[in-house]
Nanobody
Framework: VQLQASGGGLVQAGRSLRLSCAVS????????IGWYRQAPGGQRELVAH???????KYADSVKGRFTISRDNPKNTVYLHMDSLKPEDTAVYYC?????????WGQGTEVTVSS
């Protein structure tokens, strides 16, 4: 199973960015997916999660600004981030859960300048 994240970069506060994560080696549509992030010196934290059925969950800090979505035919999960803040600066990781085991992507770095 491989998860390949992309789309990170340097962006000014208030702007938008979309992260993508291409998944291979597993039947994508029947697994929960998610995005996590880890800021410098911090712990990895959940940003957004989507179940197989489309139910979503977001960290309080990103509610109303970030949107997780999935394209099952393309085996891809997205994280659309609006109104970015400097505190959103982190390495973002996509994840896929299979029977309690979590697969991770390699991370894509997002830096938000003030």
């Amino acid at each position: 199973v491989q998860l390949q994240a992309s789309g990170g970069g340097l962006v000014q506060a208030g702007r938008s960015l979309r992260l993508s994560c291409a998944v291979s080696g597993i039947i994508f549509s029947i697994h929960d997916i998610g995005w996590y992030r880890q800021a410098p010196g911090g712990q990895r934290e959940l940003v957004a999660h989507m179940s197989t059925f489309g139910d979503t969950k977001y960290a309080d800090s990103v509610k109303g600004r970030f949107t997780i979505s999935r394209d099952n035919p393309k085996n891809t999960v997205y994280l659309h981030m609006d109104s970015l803040k400097p505190e959103d600066t982190a390495v973002y990781y996509c994840s896929l859960t299979n029977r309690g085991y979590v697969y991770w992507g390699q991370g894509t770095e997002v830096t938000v300048s003030s």
